[in-house]
């Protein structure tokens, strides 16, 4: 698993790519909308990715684009992504559910610190995003009460990103963090964790919309959901709040989930001493 690019990561990449090939004016930028990946193969970090980008269709309201992710002549990831030209009219939404605020909830990266396993360690170095799990993390205990919904805070580690940062790239990273979190309801629902043993998941698809401005400097919560898991796969379902109670995206993801994979498999190496 060391060498494995990280799903979120080429989500990311690939709706960047596709926004690169966008014309807009400046009275009316075209915004990613919407999103639909399948992730066709496992990538290698330790290799170069190469896209390529379809302009299926430029309208006067909508442009599509497809991009393919290959690795060795092969696609690991191919997304279909849709813009909209910024067109403001009715807008209605769902309440935020009444969570506690982020600083009354664990961050779970700090308590990885007191964790002596390869897992807990790797993600307290690595991860780019702080997380607090308000309905209770999922890396500290084999089994959990099965629970078919959950909620957690979410905001960048390091440095916020500059005011001038295109609203792309806030949509790309919010795409690439959501990753991270898409099959936690799914795990939860089953009364798994991170830390069951002969548990293995992998990402079969992912689709994202996007209907508010994000700032993903803001504090984002992920109200998640899965309505079913069955013939190992599972279905999340995430609406992404900003700090506010806005509704700023939703997404879903279809994985794999088995319960009979051999320890070992999806054990993370130590972290780099630097």
Not at 176 to 186: A, I, N, R
Not at 202 to 227: C, G, I, K, T
Not at 244 to 268: K, Y
Request: one cysteine or more; glycine letters at 6%.
């Amino acid at each position: 698993m060391a060498n494995r690019i990280y799903g979120g990561q080429v989500l990311a990449q690939a709706l960047l790519a596709a926004c690169a090939t966008i014309e807009d004016s400046q009275d009316s930028p075209r915004l990613p909308n919407s999103f639909h990946a399948y992730f066709m193969r496992v990538g290698d970090n330790t290799i170069p990715v190469s896209l390529s980008v379809d302009r299926l269709r430029d309208g006067r309201s909508f442009s599509t684009r497809r991009v393919d992710v290959v690795q060795r002549d092969k696609v690991i990831l191919t997304m279909n992504s849709s813009f909209q030209k910024v067109q403001p009219d009715l807008s209605t939404q769902i309440q935020m559910p009444e969570v506690p605020e982020p600083e009354d909830v664990p961050n779970s990266l700090e308590l990885f610190r007191d964790q002596g396993n390869p897992v807990s360690k790797y993600l307290g170095k690595t991860a780019a995003f702080e997380m607090r799990h308000v309905s209770g993390s999922l890396y500290f205990t084999e089994r959990t009460e099965p629970k078919a919904s959950g909620a957690t805070w979410i905001r960048p580690r390091g440095a916020v990103l500059p005011e001038w940062t295109p609203q792309s790239v806030h949509r790309a990273l919010l795409a690439y963090v959501s990753d991270q979190f898409m099959l936690e309801p799914v795990i939860r629902s089953n009364g798994l964790t991170w830390r069951t043993p002969g548990m293995a998941v992998a990402s079969l698809d992912h689709s994202m919309w996007f209907y508010r401005h994000v700032d993903v400097n803001d504090w984002h919560l992920f109200v998640q959901e899965s309505p079913t898991t069955w013939g190992s796969r599972g279905l999340g379902i995430t609406k992404v709040f900003n700090s506010t109670g806005r509704l700023v995206a939703v997404a879903t993801q279809e994985g794999m989930i088995r319960s009979n994979v051999p320890s070992g498999d999806w054990v993370l190496p130590e972290p780099p001493v630097h």
